[in-house]
């Protein structure tokens, strides 16, 4: 079991940006693939993006590419999630997930452990 949590939500402007962190514990952190999801009001939940256990495989969702960078520190059992060029479409609860396997993070997101969420509201 793995226990999760997200910090670094906020309100932002249309353009600007944010950094998202969630710290792990719990089991080795190396060993587990991190994801991050969002959640709209009204919408389903939606991949957002994942990184390897040792951070050399990233994937991204198509609406978030270029603008979102994610990224892990092991020695500090976290994950990152820099968001730049903000848009008011990307207005959602975000979370952060681990699994020990990359392909159930970017395809199905059934991630065994997941976070409670921070909020991201950027307005325009």
């Known amino acids: 079991q793995v226990h999760l949590v997200e910090s670094g939500g906020g309100l932002v402007q249309a353009g600007g940006s944010l950094r998202l962190s969630c710290a792990a514990s719990?089991?080795?952190?190396?060993?587990?693939?991190m994801g991050w999801f969002r959640q709209a009001p009204g919408k389903e939940r939606e991949f957002v993006a994942a990184i390897s256990g040792s951070g050399d495989i990233t994937t991204y969702a198509g609406s978030v590419k270029g603008r979102f960078t994610i990224s892990r520190d092991n020695a500090k059992n976290t994950v990152y999630l820099q968001m730049n060029s903000l848009k008011p479409e990307d207005t959602a609860v975000y979370f952060c997930?681990?699994?020990?396997?990359?392909?159930?993070?970017?395809?199905?997101?059934?991630?065994?452990?997941w976070g409670q969420g921070t909020q991201v509201t950027v307005s325009s």
């Open positions: 997930a681990a699994d020990p396997s990359y392909r159930k993070v970017v395809t199905n997101g059934r991630c065994d452990n």
């Open positions: 719990g089991r080795t952190f190396s060993t587990l693939v």
